[in-house]
């Protein structure tokens, strides 16, 4: 079983279906969030991800899009581009979006997945090791598999000393499963901020149990010229460029 991790998709159906291409075949679709907001194509990225076996937690732009989350808490780009995902999203798109879970069971008896951490599913980034270390009182599985920082990271607990290390995520190298408790995250497809543009994401093998993370260039001009033509925020078309 060969199941696709994807998270922070952000409305680029350039880079989602790049990615797709990209990983060949898979059984399903693990996403980890953030489906919508900033990019240009909320209905088409969401109608794409329907079209196979999925298992998808919501994100806090996801939530935001909603109205479940204070548009205020957003900085004003991020802002504009939810109000106007809003108005893009076709009501069966919307109640999708609705449904999507805060909190996904237990996958493959090994993976918990969340969006930001497992202590604040939709909000928390887990951007130290500190961080990390907290929360890895905060799932019983041994793989955390998470996005929203859209920064490709691998956190492994230290037991003993009751810590978590941290070390990049490595490109097209497999990492394999044992005793180990660890916390991934897989990087962003749609809007990557590690200073690489190219969009990001794993492929996990269930049978094999390891994990590895591609990256992928994509046509990000094509993403930018509908982003201008949607009149979406200049400051969030030309990150694109930078992976920031
Ligand atoms: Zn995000």
């Not at 409305?11 to 980890?32: K, P, R, S, Y």
């Not at 489906?35 to 240009?40: K, S, T």
């Not at 201008?228 to 030309?238: D, E, F, G, M, V």
């Amino acid at each position: 079983m060969r199941i696709l991790i994807i998270s922070d998709i952000h409305a680029n159906l350039v880079a989602l279906e790049t990615v797709m291409q990209h990983a060949g075949t898979f059984d399903a679709i693990w996403c980890l969030g953030d489906i919508v907001g900033y990019g240009p194509h909320p209905n088409e990225c969401i109608e794409k991800l329907r079209e196979y076996q999925l298992v998808c937690a919501a994100g806090n732009h996801d939530w935001a899009v909603l109205g479940k989350l204070d548009l205020e808490e957003f900085n004003p780009d991020a802002r504009r581009a939810a109000i106007w995902t809003r108005e893009q999203l076709s009501a069966r798109n919307l109640d999708w979006l609705y449904a999507l879970p805060e909190d996904i069971p237990t996958q493959a008896e090994k993976f918990t997945l969340v969006h930001g951490s497992p202590r604040y599913p939709i909000w928390e980034y887990v951007l130290t090791p500190a961080v990390a270390r907290i929360n890895f009182d905060f799932f019983d599985t041994h793989i955390c598999l998470m996005g929203h920082t859209h920064v490709p990271v691998l956190y492994r607990y230290v037991r003993e000393e009751h810590a978590a290390t941290a070390e990049p995520l490595p490109e097209a190298a497999p990492i394999h499963f044992n005793h180990e408790r660890m916390m991934i995250n897989p990087g962003s497809v749609g809007q990557p901020r590690d200073g690489d543009s190219r969009a990001a994401y794993a492929l996990l093998e269930l049978d094999a149990l390891s994990l590895t993370h591609y990256r992928v260039p994509y046509d990000i001009e094509k993403t930018q010229t509908e982003m201008q033509a949607a009149n979406l925020p200049p400051r969030l078309i030309q990150r694109l460029s930078y992976g920031w």
